[in-house]
């Protein structure tokens, strides 16, 4: 059996052979029945200068890429300390005491109430999250990758679906051209863009327009969460609509741009190998874009060094 190679980059960064002797020995020098999972991340984003663009540590990042390579057994994480590790049996076990909506809901939009995006912060609401999105979304549950917002969707009857973001994908051909990006402008100021991952409403929830309605909260309302939880505000929305299974409507009605396809490569594809499930070809995706300023693509664009441009870049948008 081949070796698995690590990948050439994690969190924005160079990473390849180099970058995992460096986490190796990160690893070696803790006593890991002593230490969480979460302090190995903050060491290893310490010693590999994991940061965003306000100089903050990526632990979110971090965990993601280092559960990934120690589930590929390229390094060795401690046990969880939480039990399960977060594990699906358990998740779904809790999900049925949590609550949430079950019933049938069938009518005009006017007629379900208001709509509420409530940021997943407890562990109820991440296991509800977790469990929702495992059960009912047909991708089923992943962490999602570098910093991250998470919501329930509540209305009138309790919660009706999840939506969640995180980081943006490291190239997209197709919107980085309506961007007019080079790759080095990509490399420094991908971190401002986020990705629309996952969003589901129940199966049972039958609202027409909903969903767009869904979208445009979330476009107003992640921008400044976000910048109330990382130090700074996205300028742009992402996401990939599967094109054999939906349309994109909800995404049109909501003034997202549909800017082209991908490649049928994944988020950490580098060498054009990465397959889907039973070996196939991972499926073309419509990418949608959607500006959450006015001078996007000008503020993506403009000049800028990786320390002192960051406050220009900045700025609010009009």
């Avoid at 965003?52 to 401690?78: C, D, F, S």
């Avoid at 049938?104 to 109820?124: F, I, N, Q, T, Y």
């Avoid at 500006?291 to 000049?303: S, T």
Wanted: charged share 25%; hydrophobic share 40%.
């Amino acid at each position: 059996m081949a070796t698995k190679q690590p990948p050439h980059q994690i969190c924005n960064r160079p990473f390849g052979d180099e970058g995992l002797i460096t986490v190796r020995e990160v690893i070696g020098n803790i006593d890991l029945g002593a230490i969480s999972r979460t302090e190995v991340a903050r060491r290893v984003c310490i010693a590999m200068d994991w940061r965003n663009a306000q100089g903050k540590l990526k632990e979110m990042g971090a965990r993601v890429a280092l559960l990934r390579l120690h589930r590929q057994g390229l390094i060795t994480l401690p046990e969880p300390k939480n039990g399960n590790g977060n594990g699906k049996a358990d998740r779904l076990a809790e999900l049925s005491v949590l609550g949430f909506v079950e019933s049938d809901v069938c009518c005009p939009l006017a007629e379900l109430g208001e709509v509420l995006l409530h940021k997943v912060e407890s562990r109820d609401d991440s296991l509800l999250w977790d469990g929702i999105i495992d059960r009912y979304h047909y991708l089923g549950h992943s962490p999602l990758s570098g910093a991250q917002i998470r919501y329930l969707i509540h209305s009138g009857p309790g919660v009706i679906g999840a939506i969640g973001f995180g980081a943006a994908a490291f190239s997209l051909k197709d919107r980085d051209r309506w961007i007019g990006w080079d790759r080095r402008q990509r490399e420094q100021r991908r971190e401002w863009i986020i990705n629309n991952r996952r969003f589901l409403i129940l199966p049972w929830i039958r609202v027409k327009n909903l969903a767009s309605h869904i979208l445009s909260k979330a476009a107003h309302q992640v921008r400044e969460d976000f910048r109330l939880q990382y130090g700074y505000a996205p300028f742009l929305l992402e996401t990939f609509v599967e094109q054999d299974r939906f349309t994109g409507g909800c995404y049109r009605a909501a003034n997202w741009i549909n800017v082209g396809l991908t490649a049928g490569r994944g988020r950490n594809d580098r060498t054009r190998r990465e397959r889907g499930q039973h070996g196939t070809p991972l499926p073309i995706k419509q990418i949608w874009l959607y500006p959450l300023c006015r001078d996007v693509r000008e503020r993506l664009c403009a000049p800028l060094e990786p320390l002192n441009g960051v406050r220009a870049l900045m700025g609010e948008a009009a």
